[in-house]
Protein backbone atom coordinates (compact mmCIF):
# COMPACT_ATOMS: atom_id res chain seq x y z
CA UNK A 1 0.00 0.00 0.00
CA UNK A 2 1.12 3.12 -1.12
CA UNK A 3 2.12 5.88 2.15
CA UNK A 4 0.02 8.88 1.72
CA UNK A 5 3.40 10.83 0.96
CA UNK A 6 3.91 8.64 -2.17
CA UNK A 7 0.34 9.20 -3.20
CA UNK A 8 1.39 13.40 -2.85
CA UNK A 9 4.14 13.51 -4.87
CA UNK A 10 2.60 11.06 -7.38
CA UNK A 11 -0.65 12.87 -7.95
CA UNK A 12 1.35 16.67 -7.83
CA UNK A 13 3.61 15.17 -10.59
CA UNK A 14 0.57 13.97 -12.50
CA UNK A 15 -1.21 17.13 -11.96
CA UNK A 16 1.63 18.97 -13.16
CA UNK A 17 1.88 17.12 -16.24
CA UNK A 18 -1.55 17.28 -16.68
CA UNK A 19 -2.00 21.13 -16.39
CA UNK A 20 1.22 21.87 -18.71
CA UNK A 21 -0.05 19.71 -21.58
CA UNK A 22 -3.42 21.37 -20.88
CA UNK A 23 -1.56 25.05 -20.82
CA UNK A 24 -0.10 24.12 -24.12
CA UNK A 25 -3.04 22.64 -26.15
CA UNK A 26 -5.69 25.30 -25.15
CA UNK A 27 -3.53 28.03 -25.44
CA UNK A 28 -3.01 27.04 -28.82
CA UNK A 29 -6.44 26.54 -29.24
CA UNK A 30 -7.46 29.57 -27.37
CA UNK A 31 -5.58 31.75 -30.17
CA UNK A 32 -7.59 30.42 -32.93
CA UNK A 33 -10.94 30.21 -30.61
CA UNK A 34 -14.16 30.41 -32.94
CA UNK A 35 -16.03 34.00 -32.22
CA UNK A 36 -18.97 32.32 -31.24
CA UNK A 37 -16.92 31.10 -28.25
CA UNK A 38 -15.32 34.39 -27.16
CA UNK A 39 -18.78 36.31 -27.77
CA UNK A 40 -20.24 33.56 -25.10
CA UNK A 41 -17.53 33.93 -22.72
CA UNK A 42 -17.69 37.71 -22.80
CA UNK A 43 -21.47 37.53 -22.00
CA UNK A 44 -20.66 35.07 -19.49
CA UNK A 45 -18.00 36.65 -17.06
CA UNK A 46 -19.96 40.14 -18.05
CA UNK A 47 -22.79 38.47 -16.29
CA UNK A 48 -20.65 36.88 -13.45
CA UNK A 49 -17.40 38.15 -11.79
CA UNK A 50 -16.96 34.77 -11.12
CA UNK A 51 -16.09 33.52 -14.72
CA UNK A 52 -12.72 34.20 -16.01
CA UNK A 53 -12.78 35.00 -19.74
CA UNK A 54 -9.91 33.43 -20.50
CA UNK A 55 -10.29 30.61 -18.95
CA UNK A 56 -13.76 29.95 -20.16
CA UNK A 57 -12.82 30.33 -23.97
CA UNK A 58 -9.46 28.08 -23.13
CA UNK A 59 -11.66 25.64 -21.71
CA UNK A 60 -14.55 25.33 -24.03
CA UNK A 61 -11.79 25.48 -27.20
CA UNK A 62 -10.14 22.56 -25.97
CA UNK A 63 -13.64 20.65 -26.14
CA UNK A 64 -13.99 19.66 -30.00
CA UNK A 65 -17.82 19.66 -29.49
CA UNK A 66 -17.57 23.28 -28.32
CA UNK A 67 -15.46 24.13 -31.41
CA UNK A 68 -18.31 22.54 -33.85
CA UNK A 69 -21.14 24.59 -32.03
CA UNK A 70 -19.64 27.61 -30.89
CA UNK A 71 -22.67 29.80 -32.59
CA UNK A 72 -24.92 27.65 -30.37
CA UNK A 73 -25.30 29.17 -27.02
CA UNK A 74 -27.47 26.07 -25.50
CA UNK A 75 -24.81 23.40 -26.44
CA UNK A 76 -22.29 25.22 -24.81
CA UNK A 77 -24.27 25.28 -21.62
CA UNK A 78 -24.59 22.10 -22.25
CA UNK A 79 -20.68 21.64 -23.10
CA UNK A 80 -19.26 23.44 -20.02
CA UNK A 81 -22.18 21.35 -17.54
CA UNK A 82 -20.73 18.32 -19.44
CA UNK A 83 -16.97 19.66 -18.49
CA UNK A 84 -17.96 20.78 -15.22
CA UNK A 85 -19.62 17.10 -14.60
CA UNK A 86 -16.22 15.45 -15.44
CA UNK A 87 -14.32 17.47 -13.18
CA UNK A 88 -16.62 16.89 -10.11
CA UNK A 89 -16.62 12.88 -10.82
CA UNK A 90 -12.62 13.07 -11.37
CA UNK A 91 -12.54 14.66 -7.71
CA UNK A 92 -14.60 12.40 -6.31
CA UNK A 93 -12.35 9.83 -7.21
CA UNK A 94 -9.69 11.66 -6.40
CA UNK A 95 -10.97 11.96 -2.89
CA UNK A 96 -12.22 8.00 -2.43
CA UNK A 97 -8.40 7.35 -3.53
CA UNK A 98 -6.87 9.39 -0.72
CA UNK A 99 -9.59 7.75 1.95
CA UNK A 100 -8.34 4.59 1.07
CA UNK A 101 -4.80 5.18 1.58
CA UNK A 102 -5.08 7.76 4.81
CA UNK A 103 -4.65 6.75 7.94
CA UNK A 104 -5.82 8.72 10.14
CA UNK A 105 -9.47 8.63 11.01
CA UNK A 106 -9.86 12.03 11.30
CA UNK A 107 -8.18 12.95 8.05
CA UNK A 108 -10.36 9.98 6.62
CA UNK A 109 -13.87 11.31 7.69
CA UNK A 110 -13.37 14.42 6.41
CA UNK A 111 -12.15 12.72 2.89
CA UNK A 112 -15.18 11.03 3.61
CA UNK A 113 -17.16 14.29 3.75
CA UNK A 114 -15.54 15.59 0.52
CA UNK A 115 -16.40 12.65 -1.29
CA UNK A 116 -20.25 12.79 -0.14
CA UNK A 117 -20.18 16.42 -1.12
CA UNK A 118 -18.93 16.24 -4.68
CA UNK A 119 -20.80 12.78 -5.39
CA UNK A 120 -23.75 15.14 -4.26
CA UNK A 121 -22.05 17.58 -6.50
CA UNK A 122 -22.35 15.23 -9.59
CA UNK A 123 -25.80 14.22 -9.20
CA UNK A 124 -26.96 17.21 -9.16
CA UNK A 125 -25.19 18.68 -12.20
CA UNK A 126 -26.16 15.45 -14.44
CA UNK A 127 -29.64 16.44 -13.58
CA UNK A 128 -28.65 20.23 -14.49
CA UNK A 129 -27.36 18.80 -17.88
CA UNK A 130 -30.92 16.89 -18.69
CA UNK A 131 -32.62 20.06 -18.12
CA UNK A 132 -30.56 22.19 -20.27
CA UNK A 133 -31.02 19.37 -23.02
CA UNK A 134 -35.07 20.03 -22.07
CA UNK A 135 -34.82 23.67 -22.45
CA UNK A 136 -35.95 24.40 -19.02
CA UNK A 137 -32.75 26.53 -18.05
CA UNK A 138 -34.19 28.67 -15.16
CA UNK A 139 -34.23 25.04 -13.13
CA UNK A 140 -30.74 24.17 -14.47
CA UNK A 141 -29.69 27.50 -13.29
CA UNK A 142 -30.37 26.56 -9.88
CA UNK A 143 -29.29 23.57 -10.05
CA UNK A 144 -25.73 24.65 -10.99
CA UNK A 145 -25.39 27.22 -8.62
CA UNK A 146 -26.24 25.06 -5.48
CA UNK A 147 -23.53 22.40 -6.67
CA UNK A 148 -21.17 25.38 -7.28
CA UNK A 149 -20.14 25.23 -3.55
CA UNK A 150 -18.96 21.91 -3.43
CA UNK A 151 -15.47 22.96 -3.28
CA UNK A 152 -15.70 25.44 -0.28
CA UNK A 153 -17.60 23.28 1.28
CA UNK A 154 -15.05 20.49 0.99
CA UNK A 155 -12.55 23.25 1.91
CA UNK A 156 -14.10 24.06 5.08
CA UNK A 157 -14.36 20.32 6.75
CA UNK A 158 -10.20 21.24 7.20
CA UNK A 159 -10.25 24.39 8.98
CA UNK A 160 -8.59 24.51 11.91
CA UNK A 161 -7.34 20.62 11.57
CA UNK A 162 -3.63 19.85 11.75
CA UNK A 163 -4.18 17.75 8.47
CA UNK A 164 -5.19 20.84 6.48
CA UNK A 165 -1.72 20.99 5.57
CA UNK A 166 -1.37 17.98 3.95
CA UNK A 167 -4.59 16.18 2.15
CA UNK A 168 -6.70 19.24 0.92
CA UNK A 169 -3.43 20.79 -0.55
CA UNK A 170 -3.70 17.30 -2.51
CA UNK A 171 -7.14 18.81 -3.83
CA UNK A 172 -7.31 21.87 -3.35
CA UNK A 173 -6.13 22.59 -7.29
CA UNK A 174 -8.27 20.28 -8.43
CA UNK A 175 -11.38 22.21 -6.10
CA UNK A 176 -10.23 25.40 -7.51
CA UNK A 177 -10.85 24.06 -11.33
CA UNK A 178 -14.14 22.52 -10.12
CA UNK A 179 -15.14 25.86 -9.36
CA UNK A 180 -13.95 27.85 -11.90
CA UNK A 181 -15.82 25.11 -14.77
CA UNK A 182 -18.66 25.55 -12.23
CA UNK A 183 -18.84 29.27 -12.89
CA UNK A 184 -18.63 29.21 -16.53
CA UNK A 185 -21.55 26.71 -17.33
CA UNK A 186 -23.52 28.61 -14.81
CA UNK A 187 -22.48 32.22 -16.72
CA UNK A 188 -23.66 30.45 -19.92
CA UNK A 189 -26.50 29.14 -18.67
CA UNK A 190 -27.69 32.10 -16.86
CA UNK A 191 -27.33 33.65 -20.38
CA UNK A 192 -30.18 31.70 -22.29
CA UNK A 193 -32.21 31.21 -19.41
Not at 84 to 96: L, M, N, P, Q, Y
Not at 132 to 148: C, M, P
Amino acid sequence: MATHQELNRTFMAAAATAALVLLLATTARAESAPAGIEEACRGAASRDSAVDYAHCVSSLSSDPHSRRDAADMHALAAAATRMTIEHAAATEARFDGLGEAEESPRARARLGHCLEVYGAATDVLRDALDNIRARVYGRAVEQIAAALGAAERCEDAWKGEEEQQKVPAVATAHDREYGRLAAVALGLTAGIA
